[in-house]
């Protein structure tokens, strides 16, 4: 795969590798895929759900569920002083921190007498997003948004420490009070943070029964310094209810109880744009670097390190950086096509079109000669085979380098240049009329009077025809420069004798 030319050359003497266009226009369009996908949240899910946290047995679950409806009856109608009773439990058992996550927005008769337990610090009450922050004036507890961030495909899979309140302001979500009620410091921001998934463990009561709390029936060592929620967990009384990563419908409390585990843990890092967009642009650079089908095998790379960099709480963009990597393999893929389609026409010491780009490109234009008139300079040059014999094919190679440079010199937009022969070259030049062919050939001829190489003389002829009422086909232009070329030939052979 690695024995194709690759260059594509600009000017004669020093052909121009493809690669330097490559590697810019790699490192540019890497550049880009990097800034518009610094996130790659289908990758995260799949870390999230493959290497899940372990149970945080910091943070505890009370739930209300379908015993303990059966008991104290619908949530809306048993008296409220039941939480009194389960906080001032609970509060007895030693715990850091008690969310009650039920909407208590709704009046009751009994709410002044909850003043005392509702104002704690240690208690955070829920909200329901784009209702009033404060529940009552004489409830002095910090209250917090309970929302999670919901996406289109039902799955909730990240959280934020700030939600929109009422007046649009931005208001502490639930969690981000819970855990700063806890003693975690987490600045209030309405940055989205992923969601940790921890997988069930059997050994360990997930829920514990509301009414338990209520009756006094638990162990007080299995709540000291621990972070408390309160919730509805029963199945089928309209609990809030969704799915986690895992796609598995998990109750409301639950789902706010791992973000409480996610913001008492470290927190992920997600990396800088730039450092995105740098990762970037080394993939794709470095697949086109090393050419072939080491690309794919970077981009596998770049995804197998976004499981270190999870383990190490930090997000790596691996189906992003695997993107730039395959966008290097891709465009050594068109190199190589670039390279196939042209190694064919290109004559590779000058960079020229061979004779076989000359047939095409006369062809091309042909059929438009009668408003672009096309002209042909044939250039010859007498003694090149006596320095490949004196001074060797280096020393040749070296001369048709030069020669090239010269005759690149009088190129005009439009014109194209190819070496005809071993030791030829022909100009097609565009819109060029009889008139200004001849004024066109004379200054070529005089840019190439004195070429020579060490003690050996040579000598160019420049020949030079335009298209006309006589040129009919492609032949008659080369035929009518071809003699023009000998006749100028013959006339300094003359001139010399």
């Known amino acids: 795969m690695l024995g194709f030319p690759d260059s594509l050359a600009l000017r004669p003497g020093a052909a121009r590798p493809v690669r330097r266009l490559t590697l810019p226009l790699a490192a540019l369009l890497a550049a ?7 996130e790659n949240s289908l990758l995260w899910d799949a870390l999230n759900r493959a290497l899940p946290s372990p149970p945080d047995g910091r943070v505890l ?8 409806l059966r008991d104290y009856g619908r949530i809306g109608s048993w008296p409220r002083e039941l939480y009194a009773q389960a906080l001032n439990t609970l509060d007895q058992a030693g715990v850091a921190a008690i969310g009650v996550d039920v909407l208590l927005a709704d009046p009751a008769r009994n709410d002044a007498a ?6 704690r610090p240690n208690v955070v009450l829920a909200t329901a997003p784009g209702e009033p922050t404060a529940l009552r004036p004489d409830w002095r507890s910090p209250t917090g948004i309970s929302a999670l961030n919901l996406s289109e495909d039902g799955i909730v899979r990240s959280f934020q420490a700030a939600y929109p ?9 639930f969690a981000r009070q819970l855990a700063v009620a806890a003693g975690r410091t987490v600045p209030l921001d309405a940055q989205p943070r992923i969601l940790r998934y921890s997988a069930p463990d059997p050994q360990r009561l997930p829920v514990i029964p509301f009414r338990d709390v209520v009756n006094g029936s638990i162990r007080y060592g299995d709540f000291q310094n621990r972070v408390v929620l309160v919730g509805l967990t029963a199945s089928g009384v309209g609990a809030p209810a969704v799915r986690d990563v895992s796609g598995q419908v998990v109750a409301g409390v639950e789902l706010q109880a791992r973000a409480v585990s996610s913001l008492l843990s470290a927190p992920f890092a997600s990396l800088p744009l730039w450092t995105v967009m740098l990762a970037g642009v080394l993939a794709a650079v470095a697949a086109v670097l090393a050419g072939g089908l080491w690309g794919f095998a970077i981009a596998l790379l770049a995804l197998a390190l976004s499981v270190p960099y999870w383990l190490l709480n930090s997000l790596l963009p691996g189906v992003t950086l695997s993107l730039c990597a395959v966008l290097g393999t891709g465009l050594v893929m068109l190199e190589r096509w670039w390279t196939l389609r042209h190694s064919g026409v290109r004559d590779p010491l000058t960079g020229f079109g061979n004779r076989l780009a000359f047939t095409r490109a006369v062809e091309s234009r042909w059929q438009g000669r009668q408003s672009r008139p096309l002209g042909l300079l044939l250039v010859d040059l007498s003694g090149f085979r006596k320095v490949n014999s004196v001074y060797g094919y280096a020393a040749g190679d070296e001369l048709l380098r030069e020669l090239a440079g010269r005759i690149m010199q009088h190129k005009r937009r439009g014109d194209l240049i ?10 097609l030049l565009d819109n060029t009329p009889a008139a200004e062919l001849a004024d066109l050939t004379r200054r070529v001829q005089l840019s190439l009077d ?3 190489y060490r003690d050996l003389s040579l000598q160019a002829s420049v020949g ?3 298209t006309g009422p006589d040129i009919r086909t492609p032949s008659d232009l080369i035929e009518a420069a071809s003699r023009s070329r000998y006749r100028i030939k013959y006339q300094r052979e003359q001139w010399r004798v």
């Open 450 to 452: 004195n070429v020579a």
């Open 418 to 427: 190819f070496r005809w022969g071993p030791d030829e070259f022909a100009v």
């Open 165 to 173: 309140d009422a007046g649009s302001a931005l208001a502490p979500s």
């Open 32 to 38: 880009a895929l990097a800034w518009s996908m610094p």
């Open 61 to 68: 679950v009370v739930g209300i569920d379908d015993a303990t």
């Open 114 to 119: 909850l003043a005392a337990v509702f104002s």
């Open 464 to 466: 030079g025809a335009s």
